[in-house]
């Protein structure tokens, strides 16, 4: 089992940038995949970006492909989401997680969460 714990949230405004952190327990980290979801007032838990265990393969939402970027630092068990460009529709409670290793877009462990408030 693993633990999360995200930062990094606050409000900014549109075309601003924020940096999440989320660090994770555990000896194996860097064996697993990690991704970040979001979920805004009224709707579903969505797939944001996710990152492979070594960190060469990174994916996507189309919806932040361009503006986001997934990273990770295996040496100090903490995977990053950069998030430039933003807009009010970025708007959601951030999620960091250890998604599936059969599918990057399922998350299997959760962290608490983090708000991301992005004004127009």
């Known amino acids: 089992q693993v633990q999360l714990v995200e930062s990094g949230g606050g409000l900014v405004q549109a075309g601003g940038s924020l940096r999440l952190s989320c660090a994770a327990s555990?000896?194996?980290?860097?064996?697993?995949?990690m991704g970040w979801f979001r979920q805004a007032p009224g709707k579903e838990r969505e797939f944001v970006a996710a990152?492979?265990?070594?960190?060469?393969?990174?994916y996507y939402a189309d919806s932040v492909k361009g503006r986001f970027t997934i990273s990770r630092d295996n040496a100090k068990n903490t995977v990053n989401l950069q998030m430039n460009s933003l807009k009010p529709e970025d708007t959601a409670v951030y999620y960091c997680?250890?998604?599936?290793?059969?599918?990057?877009?399922?998350?299997?462990?959760w962290g608490q969460g983090t708000q991301v408030t992005v004004s127009s």
């Open positions: 997680a250890k998604v599936s290793p059969l599918n990057v877009r399922t998350g299997n462990y």
């Open positions: 555990g000896r194996t980290f860097s064996s697993y995949a």
């Open positions: 990152i492979s265990g070594g960190g060469g393969n990174t």
